[in-house]
């Protein structure tokens, strides 16, 4: 089994709705950091989350990790276009930096 | 942004040819890593180092070897290519609260 889980792992919406992503994990984490790829390029950091109960926003995109440590979520307000690509949940579990990555989840905006 | 750079975005190599995909930072982090991912498939931890002369094994077992010898300079090398070693190789370093990522090497073997 998956240590730690992306839900759902594809998205389709319509311009301007919003969304939700799921990120969970079967263990307590030390961080939790979200990503956005496009396909076969490098990951672009969005945010990172430290703290039990934590809110991060960033222009229409706004995480949040559970008071336990070991569900994240990530939320799109008002989706566009440009939000489309693959959203990665990666997790660290013991301070040194090395994360474990989720499945992903691919988020497509129809115009 | 991210200051953390690989070399090449693409090469395409011949079985038994030896590799080396360069990754470069100029933000100063002690701590980097290579990540691999195939396609459509999570990436996973293949080496990482915590300084200048340390290196390790990550999650997932990989032919390739690392070395730092510098703190802005984190090669990885593959001293024979085979078809398995297709895949997406990519670099990352770790400042106080942030993960940075290179945009990635695509290694493809025939």
């Known amino acids: 089994s998956q240590e730690l889980e992306q839900s759902p792992q594809s998205l389709i919406v319509q311009e301007g709705k919003n969304l939700t992503i799921n990120c969970t994990s079967s263990?307590?984490?030390?961080?939790l950091y979200w990503y956005k790829q496009k396909y076969g390029e490098g990951l672009i950091f969005l945010m990172m989350?430290?703290?039990?109960?934590e809110e991060k926003s960033h222009e229409k995109i706004t995480a949040k990790l559970d008071e336990k440590k070991q569900q994240s979520s990530l939320h799109i307000t008002a989706s566009q276009p440009s939000h489309a690509g693959i959203y990665l949940c990666?997790?660290?579990?013991?301070?040194?930096?090395?994360?474990?990555f989720g499945q992903g989840t691919e988020l497509s905006v129809k115009p | 942004e991210a200051d953390i750079y690989q070399t090449p975005r693409y090469l395409v190599i011949g079985t038994g040819k030896k590799i080396t995909l360069e990754c470069s930072q100029t933000m100063g982090h002690d701590k980097m890593y290579w990540y691999q991912q195939d396609p459509g498939m999570e990436l996973h931890l293949i080496h990482y180092?915590?300084?200048?002369?340390?290196?390790e094994k990550g999650d997932l077992s990989s032919e390739s070897t690392v070395s730092r010898i510098r703190t802005e300079h984190f090669p990885l090398t593959l001293e024979s290519a085979r078809p398995s070693h297709t895949s997406q190789y990519l670099c990352a370093s770790s400042g106080s609260d942030t993960i940075y990522f290179g945009e990635g090497s695509w290694l493809t073997v025939v």
């Open positions: 180092s915590y300084g200048v002369n340390s290196t």
């Open positions: 263990k307590t984490l030390y961080g």
């Open positions: 989350l430290q703290k039990g109960g």
């Open positions: 990666g997790a660290d579990r013991n301070q040194g930096g090395k994360l474990i």
